[in-house]
C-alpha cells in the first residue's frame, strides 16, 4: 500500500509541476500584434483647359483625382464658330472627361466668314447660290449658350447636307421668351432693316419703315415659321420657336430647323431671278409643306445611318421608329381624303379636315418618289426643282402650268394626271401604301 501511495503521489507532483511549466511557457509568448497599413494615396493629375481667341471655356481645369469626371463646356464668341478640341478627339462643345493622365485641352475657335458689306447692293447676286459665308444668327435673351451651340451645331449639319444658301438669317425665340426680351429682339431686327433700308413689313414698298416693322408683331409667340427674303433684298429669313422642352439634348430642334430650313431651299432652287422683287415663290401649300415634312422625317433617319451623332430625343415624334411607322401612323388620319378633294394642289392651311398639307402633303410626295423608281430621294429637290424653275422661265413666272409641265417632265405625270392617281392609291391597304415609304 505504500508503495502504491507513493508511486501515486510521484505522478500527481510530475503532472502539476509539466502543467506549470507548460503555463509558464504560454504567458511567456509576445502575442502578434497586426499593423494597419496606410492606405495609398489617390493619384492625381492636371487638367489644363486653355482659353483661345474667338471664346470661352467653362472651366481652366485644375488637379484632380484619378477618375474623377470634370465636364467643360467651350462656347464660340460672336462671328465664331466651334470647331472641335486640341487634346481630344470631340466635335461636341460639350464634354465630360474622366481624368487618368494630365491632359490638356484647348478649344478651336474659327473666325466665321460672314456676307460682304450688307449695305452693298452687290449683296443680291448671292440670292440662290451656294455661298461660303455663314448665316447669322440673333437669339433673344434668354436662349442658353446650351441651347445657342445646339441650334449652330443643327444649322451646321443641315446646311452641309442641303447646301448654305445665302445670305441667310435666323431670328431664334421660345415660347418663355417675355416681352422684354421679344421687343429687344424687334427693335435689333427692325433697326437692322432700316439700316439697311429693307421694308421686310410691306416688301413691294422700297424703303423701310421702322415703325410699321414694330407694330408687325414679330417675333410674337407662336412664330415659328419660315418667311424667306424678296429679291429686292437678297435675305432668306428664318423665324424658329425654339421649344423649351429637351434641355439636354443637344440637337432637339434638329427636325424644326431642317424643316425650315428646306423653305429656304425651295425658294432658292425654284424662284429664277427676277427684278420685280416678290415674296418669293407660290408652291401650292401641299407639295411645299408635304416635302419639307418629308424630308425632316427622312433626313435625320438617313444620316444616322450614316453615322452623323444628332443628340435628339428619340421619342418625341416618333424619332426613334422606323420611317414606315410614323407614316403608318400619319394615313391612320387620312381616311376619305380621296373624296374631300377635288384638287391636291389647292389644299390650304386652313383645312379643317385632317388632311391638311402637313399629313397628306409628304404621303403625296412620296408618291411622286415611287413614280420615278430611282431609289433617289433626294432628286426631288436636287432634279425637280430646278427644272420647275427652267418652266417658270418659259411661262414667264405662270406657276401652275410650270409646276404641271415639271410634273410630266420629271414623273411622268400632269396634276391634273397626279390628282387621279393619288385618289386612288389613298384607297389602296395600307401594307401596300408603306411599300413606297423608305425602310429606314
Not at 494615396?41 to 483647359?49: A, D, F, M, N
Not at 408635304?290 to 415624334?317: C, H, M, P, T, W
Amino acid at each position: 500500500m505504500k508503495y502504491s501511495f507513493s508511486f501515486l503521489f510521484v505522478c500527481l507532483l510530475s503532472f502539476i509541476i509539466v502543467f506549470s511549466c507548460s503555463t509558464e511557457e504560454e504567458e511567456s509568448v509576445a502575442p502578434v500584434v497586426q499593423t494597419p497599413q496606410p492606405e495609398p494615396e489617390p493619384l492625381e493629375y492636371t487638367l489644363t483647359v486653355s482659353a483661345a481667341d474667338g471664346g470661352t471655356v467653362s472651366t481652366e481645369g485644375g488637379t484632380y483625382d484619378e477618375g474623377t469626371e470634370v465636364t467643360i463646356t467651350a462656347t464660340a464668341n460672336e462671328g465664331y464658330r466651334f470647331d472641335g478640341w486640341e487634346g481630344i478627339d470631340s466635335n461636341e462643345n460639350t464634354i465630360t472627361l474622366t481624368v487618368t493622365s494630365d491632359t490638356e485641352l484647348r478649344p478651336i475657335f474659327t473666325e466665321a466668314i460672314l456676307p460682304p458689306n450688307p449695305n452693298d447692293i452687290s449683296l443680291r447676286q448671292y440670292w440662290g447660290e451656294i455661298v461660303e459665308f455663314e448665316p447669322e444668327f440673333f437669339f433673344a435673351d434668354n436662349i442658353t449658350s446650351f441651347k445657342r451651340n445646339g441650334i449652330l451645331n443643327s444649322n451646321k449639319i443641315i446646311t452641309e447636307y442641303f447646301g448654305n444658301y445665302g445670305p441667310t438669317e435666323w431670328w431664334i425665340t421660345n415660347s418663355s421668351s417675355s416681352v422684354e426680351d421679344i421687343n429687344k429682339l424687334r427693335q435689333q431686327f427692325c433697326q437692322r432693316r432700316l439700316d439697311r433700308n429693307e421694308n421686310w413689313t410691306y416688301p413691294n414698298e422700297p424703303n423701310a419703315d421702322y415703325d410699321s416693322c414694330m407694330s408687325y408683331g414679330w417675333f410674337e409667340f407662336p412664330d415659328n415659321f419660315v418667311a424667306n427674303g424678296v429679291w429686292k433684298i437678297g435675305y432668306n429669313l428664318v423665324v424658329l420657336d425654339e421649344s423649351e422642352i429637351g434641355s439636354i439634348y443637344k440637337n432637339y430642334e434638329f427636325n424644326t430647323q431642317l424643316h425650315e430650313y428646306f423653305h429656304v431651299v425651295q425658294a432658292n432652287t425654284i424662284l429664277p431671278k427676277s427684278n420685280d422683287g416678290g415674296w418669293g415663290y407660290d408652291i401650292p401649300s401641299f407639295f411645299k409643306e408635304g416635302s419639307a415634312r418629308f424630308y425632316q422625317d427622312y433626313v435625320f433617319r438617313k444620316l444616322a445611318l450614316e453615322g452623323v451623332n444628332i443628340d435628339i430625343q428619340g421619342n418625341l415624334n416618333s424619332q426613334n421608329q422606323p420611317m414606315k411607322n410614323k407614316f403608318r401612323r400619319m394615313m391612320e388620319d387620312l381616311q376619305n381624303c380621296w373624296e374631300e378633294f377635288p384638287d391636291f394642289y389647292n389644299i390650304d392651311y386652313d383645312s379643317i379636315y385632317t388632311c391638311n398639307p402637313y399629313v397628306i402633303g409628304p404621303w403625296g410626295v412620296a408618291f411622286l418618289m415611287s413614280k420615278k423608281g430611282d431609289g433617289d430621294y433626294d432628286s426631288y429637290w436636287k432634279s425637280f426643282y430646278p427644272l420647275i424653275k427652267d418652266k417658270m422661265i418659259e411661262n414667264n413666272n405662270d406657276f401652275r402650268p410650270s409646276f404641271s409641265q415639271a410634273m410630266k417632265e420629271f414623273y411622268g405625270l400632269t396634276l391634273e394626271e397626279f390628282n387621279e392617281e393619288f385618289k386612288l392609291f389613298l384607297q389602296l391597304p395600307i401594307e401596300e401604301q408603306l411599300e413606297i415609304i423608305p425602310d429606314i
